[in-house]
T-cell receptor
Framework: GQQVMQIPQYQHVQEGEDFTTYCNSS?????IQWYKQRPGGHPVFLIQ?????EVKKQKRLTFQFGEAKKNSSLHITATQTTDVGTYFC???????????FGTGTKLQVIP | DTGVSQNPRHKITKRGQNVTFRCDPI?????LYWYRQTLGQGPEFLTY????????KSRLLSDRFSAERPKGSFSTLEIQRTEQGDSAMYLC??????????????FGPGTRLTVL
C-alpha cells in the first residue's frame, strides 16, 4: 500500500531560525495537502498542491510539490513560537478518495 | 458553531464492551471521513462516505468496526468487543467535493477512547 514518510521526525529550532520538513511518497500522488496539528488539537488544513513542480506561499510558509509528484516540502522562514505543532503532509493517488497521512514532523520553537 | 462536532469527547470503557461515536459534519459537506490517531502518529484512514454511501474501508479495519451515515448527514462509528489496542483518538473530517477535485478536510475535535 501507499506509504508517506516525513523527515525529520522532530525539529527544535531557535525562534527566528528557518525550518523545513520533507515528505516522500512510495507512489506518485495526484495531489498533496499539508496540515498543522497543535498540541492537544486536531489537524487544520494549510494548503493543497496539485501540479508537478508547483510552489505556493502563505506569508512565511513556502510549499513545494516535486516534479515527479512523489515528494513535497514545507519551509517556514523566521519561525515564531506560534509555529509550534506537528506538520503532516497527506496525499492521495489514483483518484481523490483515500488520503494517506505522513508520519509528521513535530516542530518545537525555543524563544 | 458550524464546524465538525464529535460526541462524546472522551470515552472510557472496559475491554469487551461496545462503544459508539457520533460525528456531525459541516452541513453542506458531502464527504465524511473517519480516522484513528495514536500518540506520535499521523491520522490513519479508516473509512469514508460520499453522501450516504460508504465508498472505501481500510483493510486495517477489523470486522469489529462498523460505520454508518444513514441519511448522508451525521455518521456513527461503532466498535464491538473493544480491545486495549483500540485505545486512540478517533477523528472525523468532512469535505465538499466538486467535479472530482478533492477539497480541504475539516476535522472535528475527536473522541478519545480508553479501553481498560
Amino acid at each position: 500500500g501507499q506509504q508517506v514518510m516525513q523527515i525529520p521526525q522532530y525539529q527544535h529550532v531557535q525562534e527566528g531560525e528557518d525550518f523545513t520538513t520533507y515528505c516522500n511518497s512510495s507512489t506518485t500522488l495526484s495531489n498533496i495537502q499539508w496540515y498543522k496539528q497543535r498540541p492537544g488539537g486536531h489537524p487544520v488544513f494549510l494548503i493543497q498542491l496539485v501540479k508537478s513542480g508547483e510552489v505556493k506561499k502563505q506569508k512565511r510558509l513556502t510549499f513545494q510539490f516535486g516534479e515527479a509528484k512523489k515528494n513535497s516540502s514545507l519551509h517556514i522562514t523566521a519561525t515564531q513560537t506560534t509555529d509550534v505543532g506537528t506538520y503532516f503532509c497527506a496525499g492521495s493517488s489514483g483518484g481523490y478518495q483515500k488520503v494517506t497521512f505522513g508520519t509528521g514532523t513535530k516542530l518545537q520553537v525555543i524563544p | 458553531d458550524t464546524g465538525v462536532s464529535q460526541n462524546p469527547r472522551h470515552k472510557i470503557t472496559k475491554r469487551g464492551q461496545n462503544v459508539t461515536f457520533r460525528c456531525d459534519p459541516i452541513s453542506e459537506h458531502n464527504r465524511l471521513y473517519w480516522y484513528r490517531q495514536t500518540l506520535g502518529q499521523g491520522p490513519e484512514f479508516l473509512t469514508y462516505f460520499q453522501n450516504e454511501a460508504q465508498l472505501e474501508k481500510s483493510r486495517l479495519l477489523s470486522d469489529r468496526f462498523s460505520a454508518e451515515r444513514p441519511k448522508g448527514s451525521f455518521s456513527t462509528l461503532e466498535i464491538q468487543r473493544t480491545e486495549q489496542g483500540d485505545s486512540a483518538m478517533y477523528l472525523c473530517a468532512s469535505s465538499l467535493t466538486s467535479g472530482g477535485f478533492r477539497n480541504e478536510q475539516f476535522f472535528g475535535p475527536g473522541t478519545r477512547l480508553t479501553v481498560l
